[in-house]
């Protein structure tokens, strides 16, 4: 994945002159080997985040929405290969940094937030010592003082109770939903530019969701930071995103504002996605499931990927993949018939 090096602009402290988004993923190619065969998890990715902006990510799981993620900060295990024809954060192409510069950018500018925080956070250390860790890897003259008061300081923000007390605790002591404002806190510690959550509602109820949702919006609030929300809720999708990015077996087959994608979706993967999710404004009997399942990565089905579950099917999507076709203003479809669904949705 490493790249000839090339003179850039300082990843972390910035300098020079941004001339494009945020971040772009040009071109994103990943592949695992296994004992069964190669698995294609993401093929041909390119999408953007502006400064400021929600993007999110949705599919079923086994689309490629948290490989595609998790590329960005080279998070993937060894057994991914990895191409790209660019992966940039405020113009500095990521696959060029050393490891070194890249954990200077892994919790500074960019901040994670893992979908499971009962695993994500260290079972031996209390929740403080791991939320200042994260303030003192970004230092440059460490101060543990400081940086254990900043934690109280996180702690509070992302409303954990009586956090002078609760930094002493270990993750076992935290609920659910504590342990991912923990998460949260330590992703946003260091006011980054980017925030990547990936599912961060998962497993909790309902309730808790929505405080953790209203907490994802003001730690967004308070760091003016882009994000890029990675699940399969559409309910979250409309309560955060600006903007919707859609994949399906690897490949993105929709992309658009998230009150057109809501309002006129273009790819029958999309209008499946949305005919399965409740509604308040519609008086319906039973959900319309999408059938079948997603296509085995490591033998995709010819032609688009999505025509053994399409009901739109044509032999022209048995044989002949379909492009990701620009269709209007910053929208796109990998449908060969997205023209019609314009005129029945």
Do not use: W
């Given at each position: 994945?490493?790249?000839?090096?090339?003179?850039?602009?300082?990843?972390?402290?910035?300098?020079?002159?941004?001339?494009?988004?945020?971040?772009?993923?040009?071109?994103?190619?990943?592949?695992?080997?296994?004992?069964?065969?190669?698995?294609?998890?993401?093929?041909?990715?390119?999408?953007?985040?502006?400064?400021?902006?929600?993007?999110?990510?949705?599919?079923?799981?086994?689309?490629?929405?948290?490989?595609?993620?998790?590329?960005?900060?080279?998070?993937?295990?060894?057994?991914?290969?990895?191409?790209?024809?660019?992966?940039?954060?405020?113009?500095?192409?990521?696959?060029?940094?050393?490891?070194?510069?890249?954990?200077?950018?892994?919790?500074?500018?960019?901040?994670?937030?893992?979908?499971?925080?009962?695993?994500?956070?260290?079972?031996?250390?209390?929740?403080?010592?791991?939320?200042?860790?994260?303030?003192?890897?970004?230092?440059?003259?460490?101060?543990?003082?400081?940086?254990?008061?900043?934690?109280?300081?996180?702690?509070?923000l992302v409303g954990v109770p009586d956090p002078a007390q609760r930094?002493?605790?270990?993750?076992?002591?935290?609920?659910?939903?504590?342990?991912?404002?923990?998460?949260?806190?330590?992703?946003?510690?260091?006011?980054?530019?980017?925030?990547?959550?990936?599912?961060?509602?998962?497993?909790?109820?309902?309730?808790?969701?929505?405080?953790?949702?209203?907490?994802?919006?003001?730690?967004?609030?308070?760091?003016?930071?882009?994000?890029?929300?990675?699940?399969?809720?559409?309910?979250?999708?409309?309560?955060?995103?600006?903007?919707?990015?859609?994949?399906?077996?690897?490949?993105?087959?929709?992309?658009?504002?998230?009150?057109?994608?809501?309002?006129?979706?273009?790819?029958?993967?999309?209008?499946?996605?949305?005919?399965?999710?409740?509604?308040?404004?519609?008086?319906?009997?039973?959900?319309?499931?999408?059938?079948?399942?997603?296509?085995?990565?490591?033998?995709?089905?010819?032609?688009?990927?999505?025509?053994?579950?399409?009901?739109?099917?044509?032999?022209?999507?048995?044989?002949?993949?379909?492009?990701?076709?620009?269709?209007?203003?910053?929208?796109?479809?990998?449908?060969?018939?997205?023209?019609?669904?314009?005129?029945?949705?």
């Amino acid at each position: 994945m490493r790249a000839g090096r090339m003179p850039a602009a300082d990843p972390v402290a910035g300098g020079g002159v941004d001339q494009g988004p945020l971040l772009r993923i040009d071109g994103l190619r990943v592949d695992f080997r296994t004992d069964d065969g190669v698995v294609h998890a993401v093929t041909d990715v390119s999408l953007t985040v502006e400064r400021g902006e929600i993007v999110a990510i949705v599919g079923e799981s086994g689309s490629g929405k948290t490989v595609t993620a998790m590329s960005v900060l080279r998070l993937l295990p060894k057994a991914a290969e990895v191409a790209a024809k660019a992966i940039t954060f405020r113009d500095t192409d990521l696959r060029t940094l050393s490891a070194a510069e890249l954990r200077r950018i892994r919790g500074g500018p960019v901040g994670m937030i893992f979908q499971d925080p009962m695993t994500a956070l260290n079972p031996v250390m209390s929740v403080g010592a791991q939320v200042a860790e994260a303030v003192l890897l970004h230092q440059r003259r460490p101060d543990r003082k400081a940086a254990r008061q900043r934690a109280v300081e996180l702690l509070r923000l992302v409303g954990v109770p009586d956090p002078a007390q609760r930094v002493k605790q270990y993750p076992h002591e935290f609920s659910g939903g504590m342990r991912q404002r923990a998460m949260i806190a330590m992703a946003i510690a260091n006011n980054p530019d980017l925030i990547i959550a990936d599912e961060p509602t998962t497993a909790l109820d309902v309730t808790i969701q929505a405080q953790v949702l209203a907490l994802l919006k003001k730690a967004q609030a308070e760091t003016g930071a882009a994000t890029i929300l990675i699940t399969h809720d559409l309910g979250v999708v409309a309560e955060l995103a600006d903007r919707v990015v859609v994949m399906y077996a690897g490949r993105v087959v929709e992309s658009a504002g998230v009150r057109e994608l809501f309002a006129m979706p273009r790819h029958p993967y999309t209008l499946g996605l949305l005919a399965s999710l409740p509604r308040m404004d519609v008086d319906v009997d039973q959900l319309d499931p999408i059938p079948g399942n997603p296509p085995n990565m490591s033998d995709p089905p010819a032609g688009c990927a999505f025509h053994p579950r399409c009901p739109l099917v044509r032999e022209r999507c048995r044989t002949e993949r379909p492009a990701l076709l620009q269709i209007g203003a910053g929208r796109s479809s990998r449908c060969h018939f997205h023209d019609e669904l314009a005129v029945t949705a």
